[in-house]
Nanobody, 118 residues
Framework: VQLQASGGGSVQPGGSLRLSCAAS????????MAWYRQAPGNQRELVAR???????VYADSVKGRFTISRDNTVNTVYLQMNSLKPEDTTVYYC?????????????WGQGTLVTVSS
């Protein structure tokens, strides 16, 4: 049971990145998925959440710039990040919420670093 995140990197302000998170070991299609981020010394905060039926929630700070999506055929959730700002710089984590179909607790990916700088 794991989540494997990828896609982080360095980009200039105004640029774009797409994060990916590949899931394995549980029934992905019925699982609500999310992306969080955490800066040093701060609490982990929700960036975007995508339910198993397509409902989305976004942090106010990323609305209109970030898009969360999923592909159940490859058990992957994505975070498309456009118009990136320096304040988006931090480590991003994907999350799978617990459910009765093989996931008894919150599952976290290993984190991927996004750096937005000129």
């Amino acid at each position: 049971v794991q989540l494997q995140a990828s896609g982080g990197g360095s980009v200039q302000p105004g640029g774009s990145l797409r994060l990916s998170c590949a899931a394995s070991g549980f029934t992905f299609s019925v699982t609500h998925m999310a992306w969080y981020r955490q800066a040093p010394g701060n609490q982990r905060e929700l960036v975007a959440r995508l339910s198993n039926v397509g409902g989305t929630v976004y942090a106010d700070s990323v609305k209109g710039r970030f898009t969360i999506s999923r592909d159940n055929t490859v058990n992957t959730v994505y975070l498309q990040m456009n118009s990136l700002k320096p304040e988006d710089t931090t480590v991003y984590y994907c999350n799978a919420e617990p459910n009765p179909f093989g996931l008894s607790g919150n599952l976290w990916g290993q984190g991927t670093l996004v750096t937005v700088s000129s």
